[in-house]
């Protein structure tokens, strides 16, 4: 079973930056693709974007300002978020998809696996 645990959260001014931290477990590098998810209070949980072993997904709301990287030596796959907002305050998550379904990475009932979330809040 595949395990994640985000981290790396918190409270930040707009314009500022801070890089999220999803560690995964339990799966076999190749197989699977991370994506990363938010969800706002009273809003849909909104895609990201994915990163699988040969790519990397961005939705147009966060291209350019959020990158997706990650290092398979750790198992961890990592959210940089630039140029921070406060519409960009949300629980933060990442989720488990398998490579065979990268193509559905916008879509939440696509992934297998979800972490606990972490929260950011983008103060003006």
């Known amino acids: 079973e595949v395990q994640l645990v985000e981290s790396g959260g918190g409270l930040v001014q707009a314009g500022g930056s801070l890089r999220l931290s999803c560690v995964a477990s339990?799966?076999?590098?190749?197989?699977?693709?991370i994506g990363w998810f938010r969800q706002a209070p009273g809003k849909l949980r909104e895609a990201l974007g994915c990163i699988s072993s040969s790519a990397t997904y961005y939705a147009d709301s966060v291209k350019g300002r959020f990158t997706i990287s990650s290092d398979n030596a750790k198992n961890t796959v990592y959210l940089q978020m630039n140029s921070l907002r406060p519409e960009d305050t949300a629980v933060y998550y990442c989720?488990?998809?398998?490579?065979?379904?990268?193509?559905?990475?916008?879509?939440?009932?696509?992934?297998?696996?979800w972490g606990q979330g972490t929260q950011v809040t983008v103060s003006s």
């Open positions: 339990g799966f076999r590098p190749g197989y699977y693709a």
């Open positions: 989720a488990a998809i398998g490579a065979s379904e990268v193509a559905n990475w916008k879509f939440r009932t696509a992934y297998d696996s």
